[in-house]
Structure formats: C-alpha cells, structure tokens
C-alpha cells in the first residue's frame, strides 16, 4: 500500500434521502484527512420519490432501480464536476471516487434465527448505484459494494463511518464516542488501545423527517424550530 498522499472523493446519499454530498479531500496515513473542496445537490423530487418507493416490493423494480441507478450516477458526476471546478483540481489527479450508493434494502440479520439451522449467509443489504457508469461520466475509478463482504462474513454492513471517526476525532490515550445523527442513528466507540466499535442504535431523522413532511409540509424540521417548541416527557427521560 502507498504511503504518499493523495486525492479522494468521497460521495454520500444516505437513508434521509435529502440528497447527496461530496468532498475531495488530500489523504496520507497517519495524518488527518484534509478537506480541499465540498459540495451538495438536494434530490430531485422524481428521484427522491423513487427511492422511497423502492424501499419496498413493487411492480417491475428491477427495471426501475436500474433506471434510478442510472439517475443517481448522473447526480454524482455533477458534484464531483463541482468539486473539481472549485478546487481546480484535474479528474486525472484523483485517485479515485468513494460511491456506496443509495440504501433500499437493508436485512442483515435475515438469516439469524433459522428453524432449521443458523444461516446468517442469509442476510443481506442492497444499494442502488451504478459506480461504472459514474466512472465513464467522470474518467475516476470508484470503488463501491463497501457492505456486503461484511454481511457474508455474519456482520451488519453497517455503519461505514467508524472508520471515518476515527482518522478524525481519535484522542490519544483517551476513549471517544461519536453519535452520528443520520437517517438512522449509529456510535462510534472509539478506544484508547487503538480499538473501534460501531453499530446503529435505531431511527436518527428518518421517522422525524417522514412526519415533517407529512403533517407540516416541510421536508425536514429546520433548526428543530417545530421540536424546540415541546416538553421533555419526564417518564420517557427516565426510561433512556
């Protein structure tokens, strides 16, 4: 493996399906990842309406995710266009792009628990993504499928982010716990003996978005504005 550095894109949609964003930033081990450019594009609302719908069984899905694949790879290429324009950085100086897709099946645990006999080989998750045609689209290699090898091996394939935590908020000699509010909730343990634990710990923005949209006609509660107007419920408290 190369110690020098270099230029990685990293590209996330995740479960609150608010859109996808990007960084390019400058990698080199032992060192903390730096950030040369950012950017963001919301979903638009064909897609975002997709996705939704294929998080369950519908009529002709396969065709349709392979349709929304393709949608979400253009989307993709745009921020990297971006990342590129900003930082002035050229398409041949990036090592390649990091593009784990969009979550719409998500059973790890499918097989655990079988009356016949423990099949955890069962379980799986899937993403909608199409990581040759954004290669094609932005003359990158991408490297993608970062969750399934952990699912085969009877892991969750979730989260990604430890990892992550870890190159940037590890303190020496110190244990850290990160709690990252996504669509879904998960925590990073991150010990002092060089040790990292995640897992999800249930619904983050996912159900709080679905009932924004739903009752307020808001896609998401903006600064909490809606939540900040409530009462602590002393009993629930107590309980966590």
Known sequence: MSTEPG???GLMSGTSLDGVDGVLLESAPGT???VLAHAARAFPAGLRAEFFALNTADFDELHRSALAAQQLADLYAEVVATLLRDSGVSAASVRAIGAHGQT???RPDLGHGQTVRHRPDLGYTLQINAPALLAERCGIAVAADFRSRDVAAGGQGAPLVPAFHRAVFAVAGADVAVLNLGGFANLSLLFADGH???FDTGPGNALLDYWTQR???QPY???GAWAAGGAVRADLLAQF
Do not use: E, K, S
């Open 32 to 34: 903390p990842p730096r």
């Open 7 to 9: 230029l990685f894109i």
């Open 196 to 198: 990292t634990l995640g």
């Open 221 to 223: 509660d903006a600064q």
């Open 104 to 106: 719409v099946r998500h």
């Open 215 to 217: 009752h307020l006609g």
